[in-house]
């Protein structure tokens, strides 16, 4: 029994204005749809409804590809670097200023813990725009080939889990080659990127540069199909990812994919374990597992396999599960009921395959979506829940002997996104990081971001990177002239 009492520390929603129902973001301006069934953003911690949003029809994601391509051919990709740059500082400077409001919309419309929201989804999302500023006039110095110039519209297309975050992966460095953009947030959390167009207002950014329209598939569909996109940028599911990959083939689109992961935590018997177990405790529970790269397999050497599991399930008791607009709370609500129904099937997929699970016990609030950390221990490698993506506060704990075997099985999976290692020894992190098949590998750390850092993933978690020098490549084009003049020709028919 705890010798004091439980106190809450809320944070308020009075900050923001959360309108009744929202129109779409085109030419600068919010517009009302034309044809879409409006739809309802809730929250999912209460399942209150917070907006009523509009679904743009594909005479909207029209109207959208022709305001951005007007802003491009006209404004944006005249205007100096240093120009856009200014531009992308004042958008920056905005985000930090606004962060409180954006972090309480983001908690509010995701149900992600307000201290992740405001310590860092804004944070780093006000970061890329900082970086990418600063990269507006510096192109030429960038190593990405003679004569950079920008690719021309891009459409964008972003998941639920990161809103604020995904959006400024992308937008910062789209605006910063000197594209304009279409953008479409996912459909259960909409409401931040409606709040960015406020943004993109109030820094008097050239009508049409940034357009934003809301709907679910059969939007970004829309999106992926117009003749008028250049370039996209997806992050999302794999399996979405592989039906974008088809629809553009043959095309002269290009795409960059961010897609899922099954990374491995691997914690070596030389490792500090009492770290090991912060670091697993924010690989696969923070923003409740929502998280493409989440360390949601756990490789321990099989002699220290006992010690962590009473560590960590000891360290999972303290966990707080709750109202995420609580300061203290560690573990939010999840997303959306579809989410939460696809964690209990994989769960209950887990214990028929034979995984023992456990839980931690606490208490759920009765309104909203949530599930309890779990621990699937006794995984074997070719169980599901050890292969496939759960998206949700759930482990699975795997053990090996050699690090030979550690590669092994961290490879073992169709995704190769992100990967922790956890040992004293320097050299042996060097080795694993040379063996992993994953985009990022942390060492004694992990979900650790920063935006000169390239993201990205190999095999089933897609292709290209976001972030760092390498992350402008993908909205740049070296192209010779007449491969341009081919290219304005075709822009100028696709607008019309
Ligand atoms: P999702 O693929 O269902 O949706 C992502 C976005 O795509 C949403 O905006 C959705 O409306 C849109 N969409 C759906 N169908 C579409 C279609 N046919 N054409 C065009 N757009 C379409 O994924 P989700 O459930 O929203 O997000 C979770 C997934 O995203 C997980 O698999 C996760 O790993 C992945 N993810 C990856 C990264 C990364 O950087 N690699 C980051 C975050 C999330």
Redesign the pocket.
């Known amino acids: 029994m705890s010798p004091f009492e439980y106190a809450p520390a809320p944070e308020s929603a009075a900050v923001v204005d959360i309108a009744s129902s929202y129109g779409l973001f085109i030419g600068g301006q919010f517009v009302p749809a034309t044809g879409g069934t409006p739809f309802k953003t809730v929250n999912p911690a209460t399942e209150e409804v917070l907006a009523e949003v509009s679904e743009a029809s594909t005479d909207d994601v029209d109207a959208a590809v022709a305001a951005a391509r007007t802003a491009y051919t006209r404004v944006w990709s005249r205007m100096s670097g240093a120009d856009r740059g200014k531009y992308l500082f004042r958008i920056a400077r905005i985000l930090q200023e606004r962060a409180r409001e954006f972090a309480v919309l983001e908690t509010l419309d995701n149900g992600k813990p307000i201290k992740e929201s405001r310590d860092v989804d804004l944070p780093l999302a006000a970061a890329h725009f900082f970086y990418h500023a600063g990269w507006a006039d510096k192109l030429d110095h960038a190593s990405l080939g003679p004569n950079p110039r920008p690719v021309g519209v891009v459409g964008q297309?972003?998941?639920?889990?990161?809103p604020m975050l995904?959006l400024a992966w992308k937008v910062a460095p789209a605006l910063a080659c000197g594209n304009t953009v279409v953008l479409?947030?996912?459909?259960t959390t909409p409401l931040t990127a409606l709040l960015f167009a406020e943004v993109c207002q109030q820094a008097d950014l050239p009508p049409g540069v940034v357009n934003i329209v809301t709907g679910?598939?059969a939007t970004?569909?829309a999106i992926?199909d117009h003749p008028g996109i250049d370039k996209l940028a997806f992050?999302?599911?794999?399996a979405?990812g592989k039906?974008?990959a088809r629809s553009i083939a043959g095309t002269r689109k290009r795409a960059t994919l961010?897609?899922?992961?099954k990374a491995a935590n691997i914690i070596f018997d030389d490792a500090p374990i009492d770290q090991a177990v912060e670091g697993i405790v924010n690989g696969i529970f923070f923003n409740q597992g929502h998280v493409?790269c989440a360390g949601s397999r756990i490789l321990v050497q099989e002699n220290i396999a006992e010690d962590l599991d009473r560590r960590l399930k000891r360290r999972l008791a303290t966990l707080r599960v709750g109202d995420p607009m609580d300061k203290n709370t560690d573990v939010g609500a999840i997303n959306s009921r579809k989410q939460l129904d696809r964690i209990e099937e994989m769960v209950a997929i887990g214990e028929a395959e034979g995984a023992q699970r456990w839980d931690s016990g606490c208490e759920l609030p009765t309104n909203g979506f949530w599930f309890r950390p779990t621990v699937f221990s006794g995984v074997s490698q070719t169980h599901r829940i050890a292969q496939e993506?759960i998206?949700g506060p759930v482990v699975s704990v795997l053990t090996f002997r050699t690090p030979a075997e550690a590669v092994a099985k961290a490879n073992n999976t169709p995704y190769g996104?992100s990967a922790g290692v956890w040992t004293e020894k320097g050299s042996r992190i060097l080795w694993m990081a040379d063996q992993l098949r994953a985009g990022v590998v942390w060492a004694n750390t992990f979900n650790k971001f920063d935006p000169t850092s390239p993201f990205g993933?190999y095999k089933e978690?897609?292709y290209g990177r976001e972030g760092g020098r390498h992350g402008l490549e993908a909205y740049v084009t070296t192209a010779g002239p007449l491969e341009r003049a081919s290219e304005a020709a075709r822009s100028k028919g696709a607008s019309k």
Request: hydrophobic letters at 40%; a negative charge.
């Open positions: 297309i972003v998941p639920w889990n990161f995904m479409k947030p996912a459909e679910a598939g970004g569909q992926v992050t999302g599911s794999t979405v039906m974008i961010e897609l899922g992961g493409c993506e998206f996104l993933g978690s897609g």
